[in-house]
């Protein structure tokens, strides 16, 4: 079993920053993918980054250039760095990890997710 624990939401003005982060515990023999995504009321889910081994990360269209993923040295982490937040980004932010349990076995987790809130 592999769980994914999310923290560093909170209120925050626009214009200003924030960082996220996701920790992964469980039985884990290699995490290939880590990312982000987002959902605000009355939205789909949608990608706000990605990063996997080896290739450069993968970033939405509406944070390019603000936001930064990035993953833990130990590799069982991955944190988004917010930067110039705007009421628009308010959402529920969620971490997923692609984890392989074995060389056979791949799965994807996901976080329960935390507030961001991005207003005057």
């Known amino acids: 079993q592999v769980q994914l624990v999310e923290s560093g939401g909170g209120l925050v003005q626009p214009g200003g920053s924030l960082r996220l982060s996701c920790a992964a515990s469980g039985s884990i023999f290699r995490i290939n993918v880590m990312g982000w995504y987002r959902q605000a009321p009355g939205k789909e889910r949608e990608l706000v980054a990605s990063?996997?081994?080896?290739?450069?990360?993968n970033y939405g269209d509406s944070v390019k250039g603000r936001f930064s993923i990035s993953r833990g040295n130990a590799k069982n982490a991955v944190y988004l760095q917010m930067n110039s937040l705007k009421p628009e980004d308010t959402a529920v932010y969620y971490c997923?990890?692609?984890?392989?349990?074995?060389?056979?076995?791949?799965?994807?987790?996901w976080g329960q997710g935390t507030q961001v809130t991005v207003s005057s």
């Open positions: 990063i996997t081994r080896g290739i450069e990360p």
């Open positions: 997923k990890a692609n984890v392989d349990l074995s060389l056979t076995i791949r799965n994807n987790y």
